[in-house]
């Protein structure tokens, strides 16, 4: 498995924990919606980010 799904993984449990917390706190589930979705796109940006190959030095 590459670090790019292994990353989007860990991050997809991630965002799933804080939506439960969320909904256990009363919160209004279209917030926990639009709260889930920012954090998918933040981890889809942030593991495009971190597995990007380094250019080699030139």
């Known amino acids: 498995m590459s670090s790019f ?3 989007l993984i860990g991050y997809f449990i991630f965002v ?3 939506a439960i917390a ?3 706190l009363h ?3 279209q917030w926990i919606g639009v ?3 920012i ?3 933040l981890g889809i940006l942030s593991a495009t980010q971190r597995t990007k190959p380094r ?4």
């Open 5 to 7: 799904a292994t990353y």
């Open 16 to 18: 799933i924990g804080l």
């Open 22 to 24: 969320a909904y256990l």
């Open 27 to 29: 919160a209004p589930s």
């Open 35 to 37: 709260g889930a979705l």
């Open 39 to 41: 954090f998918i796109g």
């Open 55 to 58: 250019d080699p030095p030139g």
